[in-house]
């Protein structure tokens, strides 16, 4: 399994996409044969400008977007022009309006305030799930990284064995069994989702860990927890910052489908699974129900991966020397 | 050779093991009466006792565990539905072959798609045409199938009525399900084989094959893309697993009668026995195609095997 999984990770979290020579300049990597782009070429300041600000584009759209949806979520009660359940049985399943710039569902409940206290849900279930996934995946990993040996061979074992279990099946069991509840969601999905950082923890500290600070720092007499909280965690913060920046949207997702499974939040939640669920029951007579939650959806997740992947180049320290 | 053999087993073998604990314990993890969460506090007296010796609540912890192993082996496994006598492995044998259909179907359009679609990205590196297909990528990705699904059917199958929305018979039916099931994988799967690519046409064997003068394409698709393709192919089957358990959500879409179908609809109707066996079968079948690709891609890339026994 530990193969496959470095393939991953090269592809996804560490790309040597960006190499630079040895001035620092970026080196464009290019097919030999095309005479457009010699093997490698410097590339003046101005152009050099212009590249990074387009590589940030996309982050920077990335974190608006991010932004924006996180902002509609706090401010939810205020920015809906309804309340939750304000009912309109006059207007039910109406396309978008002045007066419901998303249109009207069952009962004539505004998509809009729905969709935005959606956002609530959503992304609270989305964070919370990764804080505890980290927390737990970072100091289980640490802890197998720095002790080493058997306390990292077992640990290990135990992450191939939840890693060869398929994570959202087991969610949708748990949930299944415990009944849908915010709580029951978090903790099925948490259940597997701490091992991706539990692996990367490790790898990152086994890394670390002979480094001359962290020799003088034990040297020093820190004690072992000191050592790694205080020296180890702060340099690998990085990497894992961009891994729950994936692993967020992952979450959101998988949310999603549970919720539209019936599994998620209780009946009558507006999570954005949910509202996507009911909305696909009334496909033919009014599409925008199921729409709007949907892009909803799609704006966020969209927003968290290419703010990873800008977090990522930054981060990734052949790309920091060329910037 | 063999250790790595070994270690892979006990992983899957471990896994499995783990998945029949949880199926067949959890419910006494649970705090308070489970038989409750299950029927509801309003249920008879009858009901629970009948519900109770049907998942084996009434045995003892090793006993339940025991007796589950055996009726799924002996197939006389039943529904935990009054009246407690249709079979439950008959049920899954007639709707896991259409579940396979539509996964295989949907990863191989997933690979045919996504590996033109990463080397050309490659090839042109920096260009328009490579970042446009690495939005689509990242679009790919985030886009939840639980709304492609209802958007393909409203615009190909209401619409313009090319393709049958729910059911229906023969190839034609097959299509949308696909389509939504392997976007994810296609997207992801494109990235990978563009990065893949972009590695391997920095090696000196490439640069060598390019020195002796072949020609261009036959250095890219004789070369760099045979070799790029083994980790892409490897991680494309272990995805596997991942496209069984996102086939459940298309099959509810599409309404298609598989082993998703089957799950969801017993939880609906509190069938607990049906509901673990489907999670089992899940389970075991996406070991196996990771203890299949494993082994597969450790006999291809010998690398693979050193790495790991040094582990």
């Known amino acids: 399994m530990k193969a496959p999984f470095d393939i991953i990770l090269r592809a996804m979290v560490l790309p040597g996409a960006r190499p630079t020579d040895d001035e620092g300049h970026q080196v464009i990597p290019d097919f030999a044969s095309s005479p457009k782009h010699p093997r490698s070429r410097r590339i003046s300041r101005q152009e050099r400008i212009r590249r990074t600000l387009r590589r940030y584009l996309l982050a920077w759209i990335g974190l608006g977007l991010v932004t924006l949806v996180t902002l509609a979520a706090v401010f939810a009660p205020w920015l809906s022009p309804y309340t939750p359940d304000a009912m309109n049985l006059a207007n039910e399943l109406a396309g978008p309006s002045r007066a419901h710039l998303f249109g009207t569902g069952d009962n004539g409940v505004d998509v809009l305030t729905h969709v935005l206290y959606g956002a609530r849900i959503s992304l609270l279930v989305a964070m919370l799930t990764t804080l505890v996934s980290v927390v737990v995946g970072v100091s289980l990993g640490a802890l197998a990284g720095y002790a080493g040996g058997m306390v990292d061979g077992l640990l290990m074992r135990l992450v191939d064995v939840v890693l060869a279990f398929p994570g959202i099946l087991l969610a949708i069991f748990i949930t299944a069994v415990l009944g849908p509840a915010v709580e029951h969601l978090i903790l099925a999905l948490a259940l597997t989702g701490w091992v991706g950082y539990a692996r990367l923890a490790r790898g990152q500290v086994m890394a670390l860990r002979d480094r001359e600070y962290v020799q003088a720092a034990r040297a020093l007499g820190a004690t072992p927890l000191r050592v790694v909280v205080r020296h180890l965690l702060p340099n690998i913060a990085g990497p894992i910052l961009v891994s729950a920046t994936f692993g967020l949207p992952a979450v959101i997702l998988a949310e999603v489908a549970l919720s539209f499974l019936g599994l998620g939040v209780p009946p009558g939640t507006p999570s954005w699974g949910a509202l996507l669920e009911s909305g696909s029951q009334y496909l033919l007579v009014a599409p925008h129900l199921a729409a709007f939650p949907g892009l909803a959806v799609i704006i966020t997740v969209l927003g968290f991966n290419f703010l990873g992947d800008g977090i990522r180049d930054r981060l990734d320290p052949r790309g920091r020397r060329a910037g | 050779m063999k250790a790595f053999l070994a270690r892979?087993?006990?992983?899957?073998?471990?896994?499995?093991?783990?998945?029949?604990?949880?199926?067949?314990?959890?419910?006494?993890?649970?705090?308070?009466?489970?038989?409750?969460?299950?029927?509801?506090?309003?249920?008879?007296?009858?009901?629970?006792?009948?519900?109770?010796?049907?998942?084996?609540?009434?045995?003892?912890?090793?006993?339940?565990?025991?007796?589950?192993?055996?009726?799924?082996?002996?197939?006389?496994?039943?529904?935990?539905?009054?009246?407690?006598?249709?079979?439950?492995?008959?049920?899954?044998?007639?709707?896991?072959?259409?579940?396979?259909?539509?996964?295989?179907?949907?990863?191989?359009?997933?690979?045919?798609?996504?590996?033109?679609?990463?080397?050309?990205?490659?090839?042109?590196?920096?260009?328009?045409?490579?970042?446009?297909?690495?939005?689509?990528?990242?679009?790919?990705?985030?886009?939840?199938?639980?709304?492609?699904?209802?958007?393909?059917?409203?615009?190909?199958?209401?619409?313009?009525?090319?393709?049958?929305?729910?059911?229906?018979?023969?190839?034609r039916a097959i299509v949308l399900p696909a389509i939504t099931l392997s976007l994810g994988m296609m997207a992801m799967l494109s990235r990978m084989t563009r990065s893949s690519v972009l590695d391997v046409n920095r090696e000196d064997f490439v640069t060598t094959a390019r020195a002796k003068g072949l020609a261009e394409r036959t250095v890219i698709w004789r070369h760099v893309v045979r070799n790029a393709l083994v980790p892409v192919i490897t991680i494309a089957g272990l995805q596997f697993g991942a496209l069984l358990a996102g086939a459940i959500v298309t099959e509810k879409i599409f309404n298609w009668p598989g082993m998703g179908t089957l799950l969801i609809e017993s939880i609906q109707r509190r069938d607990y026995n049906t509901v673990r066996a489907c999670v089992l079968v899940f389970t075991v079948l996406y070991v196996l195609v990771n203890l299949v690709t494993d082994i597969a891609y450790g006999i291809v890339d010998p690398r693979i095997r050193v790495r790991g026994g040094k582990r």
């Open chain 2, 8 to 171: 892979r087993f006990l992983a899957a073998i471990v896994s499995i093991i783990g998945v029949t604990l949880v199926v067949t314990l959890f419910l006494r993890a649970i705090p308070g009466d489970a038989v409750d969460v299950m029927l509801g506090e309003q249920a008879g007296e009858v009901d629970r006792e009948a519900l109770r010796e049907a998942i084996g609540l009434h045995l003892p912890p090793h006993m339940q565990v025991w007796t589950f192993i055996r009726d799924i082996a002996t197939g006389e496994l039943r529904t935990s539905l009054p009246p407690f006598r249709a079979r439950v492995l008959p049920l899954i044998g007639e709707k896991l072959p259409k579940t396979m259909l539509l996964a295989v179907v949907a990863m191989l359009l997933a690979i045919a798609m996504a590996i033109p679609l990463g080397v050309l990205s490659a090839r042109k590196q920096g260009t328009a045409t490579d970042h446009g297909a690495m939005i689509f990528s990242l679009v790919g990705v985030s886009v939840p199938q639980a709304w492609l699904g209802p958007v393909l059917i409203l615009v190909f199958a209401i619409h313009l009525g090319w393709l049958p929305a729910l059911g229906g018979e023969g190839a």
